[in-house]
């Protein structure tokens, strides 16, 4: 890796791959919509390098809004329940939204956004990961678009954190067992 700080990570996925997968899927989003317009919704905070991109690879007119979430409970990522901790700026009545993730794990959290979405009635609702961890599953959620599927790792950068850490690594490297300084 050309990074002197983070030079002993290894790599799952490099910028170069990350930036070939997300011209793939925004053109594939570019065509399903077919020149309706769209509320890319990214979900905070992993996902804004990732919207950032992918926004850009889709050729429609979109807005942009974005939602946080944490969990309820001293558990770090599973522990059940989510609670909404930054709402949308705008109605989504009767608009085409996607929701854009960083990582599908769970699915705790895409499932609550989905229904929290739905019951505000738009027009469409379709779901963009870039990662997908099927493996760990506990609702039942596909995304409609997704860059890789990958197993049952802790992954890190571009967007996604160990400890808020790492989010800004142009790459997506595998979390090391201990954690690096
Ligand atoms: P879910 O509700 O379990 O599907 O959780 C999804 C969220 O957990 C993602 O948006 C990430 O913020 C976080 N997450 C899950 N797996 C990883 C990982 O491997 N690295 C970093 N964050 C992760
Ligand atoms: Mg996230």
Redesign the pocket.
């Known amino acids: 890796m050309s990074s002197t700080t983070y030079k002993d990570l290894e790599i799952l996925y490099s910028r170069q791959q990350i930036a070939d997968r997300v011209a793939e899927m925004g053109a594939q989003i570019t065509r399903d919509f077919n020149g309706e317009n769209l509320v890319m919704i990214g979900?905070l905070k992993?996902?804004a390098p990732f919207l950032s991109d992918l926004a850009r690879a889709i050729d429609l007119e979109a807005t942009f809004d974005f939602v946080a979430t944490s969990s309820y409970g001293k558990g770090q990522?599973?522990s059940g329940a989510?609670k909404l901790i930054k709402d949308l700026d705008l109605p989504i009545e009767g608009k085409n939204v996607l929701v854009v993730?960083?990582?599908?794990?769970?699915?705790?959290?895409?499932s609550y956004l989905r229904k929290l979405f739905l019951a505000q009635h738009p027009k469409s609702l379709r779901i963009a990961t870039l990662l997908d961890?099927p493996s760990?599953r506990?609702e039942k959620i596909e995304a409609d678009y997704i860059g890789f599927s990958i197993p049952n790792?802790?992954?890190?950068g571009y967007g996604?954190?160990?400890a808020e850490r790492f989010r800004n690594l142009p790459d997506i490297c595998v979390?090391p067992a201990s954690s690096p300084d």
């Open positions: 979900v992993g996902a990522r599973t989510v993730e960083d990582i599908l794990d769970t699915g705790l959290t895409l961890k760990r506990i790792l802790f992954v890190i996604m954190d160990y979390m």
